[in-house]
């Protein structure tokens, strides 16, 4: 089966510009997660979905940060003013969460630079 | 937000050496997964564990979900150059909601 995917891989941007980040998570899979990664740090959960609601956001700088999947598929993941410490590579996983598997599967991740 | 800790921080290992690194929380957990990312992708899914005590292997990867429920370990055995990496737990305590360690970083030298 087609894994997660990931667009685009790379984006420079200027501090105070927007971005967004685009992903299609493995069919089937009703969790998606958006996870931001910081240079030599685990991942941090920044919003869950289950189908197309929202479970947690609790760490979401909502100010700036927003996220949709409006059909209980794909989802967009968007920063806007961007601020240099947004800088970090934004990963997606799915999960199929039915009974005991619920292992998350991630994508290739997009790594943003702001400048 | 909150992180587990894993150790060691980094290790350097000669090829053909069997690594041990453990992960530890501070809440109960009722799923431990264990990942590999390389420079540049994403994490790789290595082990998952469902049951406290559970011993489960990979190949040369061994993970076990401790019996407290606050604690995983991996254990790779006969190390070979393509296992460098980092490599995280991640834990859930059954919001699927899961937390990443602060990593492993693991350098083997030929």
């Known amino acids: 089966e087609a894994g997660v995917a990931q667009s685009p891989r790379y984006k420079i941007i200027e501090k105070r510009q927007s971005v967004a980040f685009w992903c299609n998570p493995i069919?089937?899979?009703?969790?998606l997660y958006w996870y931001q990664q910081i240079l030599g740090q685990g991942p941090k959960l920044l919003i869950q979905?289950?189908?197309?609601?929202?479970?947690?956001d609790s760490q979401l700088p909502k100010d700036r940060f927003s996220a949709e999947r409006l059909k209980g598929v794909d989802s967009t993941l968007k920063i806007q003013p961007a601020k240099l410490e947004d800088s970090a590579v934004y990963l997606c996983?799915?999960?199929?969460?039915?009974?005991?598997?619920?292992?998350?599967?991630f994508g290739q991740g997009t790594r943003l630079t702001v400048v | 937000g909150q992180q587990l800790n894993q150790s060691p921080q980094s290790m350097f290992i000669q090829e053909g050496e069997d690594v041990s690194m453990n992960c530890t929380s501070s809440?109960?957990?009722?799923?431990w997964l264990w990942y590999k990312q390389d420079p540049g992708e994403g994490p790789v899914l290595l082990i998952a564990?469902?049951?406290?005590?559970e011993l489960t292997s990979n190949g040369r990867l061994t993970a076990q979900f401790g019996i407290t429920r606050k604690d995983s370990f991996l254990n790779i055995s006969a190390s070979i150059p393509s296992d460098v990496g980092i490599y995280f737990c991640?834990?859930?305590?059954?919001?699927?909601?899961?937390?990443f360690g602060t990593g492993t970083r693991l350098k083997v030298l030929a």
């Open positions: 996983a799915s999960s199929r969460r039915t009974g005991m598997n619920t292992e998350a599967f």
């Open positions: 069919s089937g899979h009703a969790t």
């Open positions: 979905f289950q189908n197309n609601g929202v479970v947690d």
């Open positions: 809440s109960i957990f009722n799923t």
């Open positions: 564990l469902y049951k406290a005590g």
């Open positions: 991640a834990g859930t305590s059954g919001t699927y909601k899961y937390i």
